[in-house]
């Protein structure tokens, strides 16, 4: 009888995490630069080895939070498996990738060998992590558009003049405040707090401040699109 073992050879797992955050008005990954062979020198994605007994889950967060030190996600999903038998130089090695969100107001303290990153921008990166990366910023536009998934990238109150904002910086399009405030109103997805937000130095009026009515994952119009203002400046539909 033949081993098992030889006869179904399991390839090495690793899990990544795609972690984005709106910061200085732009769409930013999470990266570390490698120390070690292959790709020294290189960007790459948080991430490494699933270790025997966890799930993929247990073993991204871990990684986000040994590694980087990062453990205050507002969201965290899967988002693809790459299988590419060459996508490793020294190893057959899946890879599991996790989309996870950090709200605007949080600035996790991060190690010296990691930083945050424009995604219009990214530097050269190792293995297959540039395509990851855009695969995580198009997911985040996706669900934008029939979700309720900006909670994940505001704070827990704000106008919504800063609400537009972080849309148009994840989206990388302009977003009608207007428009904005109408859609998610009517899908009950925004709830006033009765509170208003104080002027700038600038002076100006008061802003009324909003609250995401959950902060859990809800489809509120799975065929909505967020679209770009056209000649009509609709840009929400």
Known sequence: MSDSSTAHPTPAHVTLAVVLQIRESALQVLLWQRAKEPFKGRWSLPGGYLDPGETLEQSIRRHLAVKVDVRELSHLEQLETRSDPDRSPREWQLATAYLGLVPSDLDPELPGDTD??????????????????????????????????????????????????????????????????????????????????????????????????????????????????????????
């Open 116 to 237: 945050w990153h424009p995604v219009d921008r990214l530097p050269q990166l190792a293995f297959d992590h540039g395509p990851i990366v855009l695969a995580g910023r198009e997911r985040l536009r996706a669900k934008l558009s029939y979700t309720n998934l900006g909670f994940a990238l505001a704070p827990a109150e704000f106008t919504i003049s800063e609400l537009r904002d972080l849309y148009a910086a994840a989206l990388g399009h302009d977003v009608s405040a207007t428009n904005l405030q109408r859609v998610l109103l009517r899908r009950n997805v925004l709830e006033p707090t009765g509170r208003l937000r104080a002027p700038g130095p600038t002076g100006g009026r008061p802003g009324s401040l909003f609250r995401f009515r959950t902060k859990g994952l809800e489809i509120t119009d799975q065929f909505a699109v967020l679209r770009p203002p056209g000649p009509a400046r609709v840009p929400v539909t």
